[in-house]
């Protein structure tokens, strides 16, 4: 295990590659993250963001490069292990468990629960109770938070859209990980709930000093939270800094209109 | 209307001796179609080649004991670890497949099993069957039996087996319900429900699919033993995937993810069964015994297009399952 | 129509439009056949292994036939059809029954692709149609599935009896090419077989119904949304799903000389094996499949004792999933992760 000092980047991305049926979607993506900072991935459609997330949590294998959190090397994890070294994600098809109450899909959120190893229900039973309560308390608090307790005996499949994205950011917050990848976090949300949303990003860097990643469209969104902005375009990292660097940044603009003149001649021809 | 129903029936339904086979019959049935619901009810496992871990319980007790000289009740834990084993063998490679192809994959496995029960006749006996490991159960059997036959019960020697079935039933029953109410059979559920998010969460979506494939194949091989032990003599033809399908049919009767519910589920569909066995009607056998199968396709695909909450299940939760 | 989108990877990416199927896999396997071969004769004799090829043939055309009914539907229903063996069997007994009534033989064919082509719509306007509208799982499907099947057998098996009957055609003449001797009836079945799945090839590959099929059973949602009318192609694809099986039904029961109500049920996991040996939604896979299992399985005789033909399958079809479970000539698509 490295030391990680402060000052130490808890993501370093480096030359990243990976196809899909011959396309190449990430096209050696590199580049690292701060602790403690909130970052905007943007770019055009096809630009290999989500591909980007996948590889990064585990869910899709890199064909090349590294990927490292908090010192340690992550590339080739299957997802589980990486979730459980403080790297959590969300997806941008809101995914709770539909058929499990509001209470279950977060008390299944919580990290190293005993009783989630069958033989400690059966021998270890009084462990088992005390770490249910300890949880099921703070279970309750966030559900307080989020505005959800009434709900909390609901099937999360009844929940609506608002409410699902809710839920899905209140059990990031049950599992307590040291960085997070929000994977299009205000698509689909309106703009009373996005504020909530975002002030819950930013509480959770202040109080926690969680780190936090997000794919965002909406440029006045990355404007206003994003403390520093990635951007991808047909997989490779083409800019990287401030917000008002990035809006000015001549190949970023080359980017987005590139792709929407591309677009426009293919509507014509 | 009872009795007219009852005039259609034979008079060996109405035997004391008939209902404990049921009875018997029943406890198998339910240790069975337990791990049925264990996999498909509560883990989103689409295992539709339980009956192989069955015939593997059954023969291997049945191969240590006779070939061997094994002591019986070391033969019957040997089934069940060689189930177990082999249920994860077979859930390595085939868990991490899509649900169909999942399904595929165990019943070939459960046929790959009958296959070469019927064909490698020196070890199994092949279609000739095989017996003669019964010899410890009946020496204990025998004075439990006498005990009854003093009570002015029956001589069924039948009682005893139903009786010791059904204790290992209501017991794994009472157990396999509390273990997916812990934090453990909650993950479960999670990894049925979105395999992804639970990942991301951090569990290891193969490792307790592995667990939920060996606990339901150890309770087949249970069940396999009981088997072996009530009919006395094992021919592959008695692995056959009716079986299975029969058990599915149970369980989504009684309410796919109702422990209660394939309780139920179970009882109904056997007695079912075994009481028009005896329908007094004048077509032959085979025509009866297909009758009774058409029935059970019914109800298959009745409960499926209408009602797939079954008995005891919940509508709301069924809508909103993944699978 | 998302059913089983959460079953698909994170990050699945549409095929058969971007076409590149792979043939590496494809080419290697041949070359495994062509070693087998080379094998086989050195241990026994070019005489032995030619007679079994024949067999293979044979075998091999109604697996062919039945796999790319299987096939064909996969992309429909999304799921493999534990019904369909049991097609097999209706349509063999259809033909079983217009022989009886005293009708010729090619009528008895005719009746039964017919009938079970009709048989197999009238399922879908029933079952699957309301099924797939109301967006059922996998679960429901294959239970559904099982149902059917228990249905349709042990109707058979009511109407029928479970006592083994046969066609009536002639199994035991025989005619020689060379050193080789063929049976009537396998002659004929080889050749209405493999007429029967040159003309599905071709169709398949060059007329416009065959690409609009071949879009539908790789990608459903795919097919529907580049505007092919998929409502009339379903019930095109069932039908033709079931006509094959039909055939395939006739030609089990003429190459084997009798059936009972069973035989499709026990065929079913040699049809699985076959369909997911070429890749299930390919339906040249499933041709290809079926000729290179029906060969494999005959010249297991060679070296193993005929009981255990049919395990060969069973084994192709574990070894298959285990090793590349999308199948010779299929796309990496179909495993999670």
Not at chain 3, 95 to 104: C, D, E, F, M, S
Not at chain 3, 133 to 152: K, S, V, Y
Not at chain 3, 248 to 256: D, E, N, R, W, Y
């Amino acid at each position: 295990m490295t030391e990680q000092t402060g000052s130490a980047p808890i993501l370093e991305v480096r030359d990243v590659v990976r196809s899909f049926d011959g396309l190449v979607a990430v096209d050696g993506a590199s580049f690292t993250i701060e602790r403690g900072t909130i970052t905007a991935l943007i770019g055009p459609n096809g630009a290999g963001k989500s591909t980007l997330f996948n590889v990064v949590t585990g869910f899709n294998p890199a064909e090349h490069g590294a990927v490292r959190f908090r010192g340690k090397a992550i590339t080739g994890l299957p997802p589980h292990r990486i979730s459980g070294l403080g790297l959590a994600r969300t997806f941008q098809l809101t995914k709770v468990f539909n058929a499990m109450s509001v209470l279950d899909n977060l008390l299944v959120s919580a990290p190293d629960h005993p009783g989630e190893h069958l033989v400690n229900s059966f021998l270890r039973a009084p462990r088992v109770r005390r770490q249910e309560r300890l949880i099921g308390d703070r279970a309750r608090a966030l559900l307080d938070t989020f505005s959800l307790a009434d709900k909390h005996d609901e099937y999360a499949g009844e929940l609506s859209g608002g409410q699902r994205k809710l839920l899905e950011l209140a059990r990031i917050l049950m599992l307590g990980p040291d960085m997070v990848l929000l994977d299009e976090p205000m698509s689909g949300v309106n703009p009373t709930l996005g504020r909530q949303l975002l002030d819950h990003i930013h509480r959770l860097r202040k109080e926690e000093g969680t780190t936090f990643l997000f794919v965002e469209h909406d440029m006045d969104v990355v404007m206003q939270n994003a403390d520093s902005v990635i951007v991808m375009a047909e997989g490779k990292v083409i800019a990287r800094g401030l917000p008002e660097e990035i809006r000015r940044d001549p190949a970023v603009l080359e980017a987005y209109l590139g792709s929407a003149s591309r677009r426009r001649k293919g509507s014509d021809g | 209307m009872s009795s007219f129903i009852l005039s259609l029936l034979s008079p060996a339904v109405l035997s004391l001796d008939f209902w404990i086979s049921v009875v018997l019959l029943v406890g198998i049935a339910g240790i069975f179609s337990l791990g049925i619901q264990l996999n498909a009810g509560s883990s989103g496992l689409l295992n539709v080649g339980h009956v192989g871990f069955m015939a593997i319980g059954a023969y291997t007790m049945a191969i240590l004991v006779v070939d061997l000289g094994v002591n019986l009740w070391l033969a019957i834990l040997a089934g069940i670890a060689v189930a177990v084993l082999t249920s994860l063998l077979i859930g390595l490679p085939s868990l991490r497949l899509r649900h169909d192809y999942f399904a595929i994959a165990t019943i070939a496995f459960a046929e790959v099993v009958r296959l070469f029960a019927q064909n490698a006749r020196g070890l199994t006996g092949g279609n000739q069957g095989k017996s003669g490991y019964d010899g410890a159960w009946r020496a204990i059997a025998e004075p439990m039996s006498a005990f009854f036959v003093d009570l002015g019960w029956t001589d069924s020697h039948l009682l005893p087996l139903a009786i010791v079935t059904w204790v290992i039933y209501l017991l794994t029953l009472a157990g396999v319900s509390y273990a997916v109410r812990t934090p453990w059979g909650r993950v479960l559920r999670a990894v049925r429900e979105d395999e992804d998010a639970a990942s991301a969460l951090g569990k290891n979506v193969l490792s307790y699919k592995l667990q939920s494939l060996a606990i339901a194949a150890a309770l087949a091989a249970v069940a396999g033993v009981i088997f072996a032990l009530d009919i006395r003599f094992l021919v592959p033809e008695e692995f056959l995937p009716d079986f299975t399908f029969l058990a599915y049919a149970a369980v989504i009767l009684g309410g796919l993810g109702s422990y209660a519910g394939v309780f139920v589920g179970t009882i109904t569909i056997w007695v079912l069964l075994e009481v028009t066995r005896f329908l007094d009607l004048p077509i032959s056998s085979d025509r009866i015994a297909a009758i009774r199968f058409i029935l059970i396709g019914l109800v298959l695909i009745f409960l499926s297009m209408r009602k797939p909450e079954g008995l005891l299940g919940e509508r709301r939760e069924m809508v909103l399952r993944h699978d | 129509m998302t059913v089983l989108r959460s079953d698909k990877r994170l990050t699945d990416s549409p095929s058969i439009l971007r076409g590149g199927h792979q043939l590496g896999p494809l080419i290697f396997f041949l070359l495994a056949m062509a070693v087998l071969v080379a094998v086989l004769v050195a241990l026994r004799g070019p005489l032995p292994v030619a007679q079994t090829t024949i067999n293979g043939l044979v075998t091999g055309a109604y697996f062919a036939l039945g796999a790319a009914g299987l096939t064909l539907v996969f992309g429909i229903l999304r799921l493999i059809n534990f019904a369909h063996g049991d097609l097999l069997t209706f349509g063999a007994y259809i033909a079983l029954a217009t022989v009886y009534l005293g009708l010729p033989f090619w009528v008895a064919v005719i009746a039964s692709v017919l009938i079970t082509a009709a048989t197999t719509l009238g399922f879908e306007a029933v079952i699957w149609d309301p099924l797939r509208r109301r967006g059922a799982g996998t679960l429901q499907m294959i239970l559904t599935a099982i149902g059917l099947a228990f249905i349709l057998r042990h109707g058979i098996q009511l109407i029928a009896g479970t006592n083994p009957q046969t066609l009536g055609v002639d199994v035991v003449s025989t005619f020689n090419v060379g050193p080789l001797t063929i049976g009537q009836t396998q002659a004929w079945v080889l050749i209405a077989g493999y007429l029967v799945l040159v003309l599905l090839g071709v169709m398949l590959r060059f007329s416009l119904l065959g690409k609009q099929l071949r879009a539908l059973s790789d990608d459903l949602d795919l097919a529907e949304v580049t505007g092919i009318d998929s409502d009339r192609l379903i019930l095109i694809t069932q039908a033709l799903s079931g006509g094959l099986a039909g055939l395939a039904g006739i030609l089990f029961a003429a190459s084997v000389g009798s059936i009972t109500p069973n035989v499709g049920f026990f065929l079913l996991i040699s049809l699985f094996s076959a369909t997911i040996l070429g890749g299930v939604g390919n339906a040249y896979g499933a041709l290809v499949g079926g000729i290179a299992l029906g060969l494999v399985q005959e010249w297991s005789t060679l070296v193993l004792d005929a009981r255990w033909k049919t395990a060969i399958g069973f084994v192709v079809l574990v070894a298959m999933i285990i090793i590349r479970p999308t199948g010779l000539l299929g796309q990496k698509r179909l495993v999670d992760r």
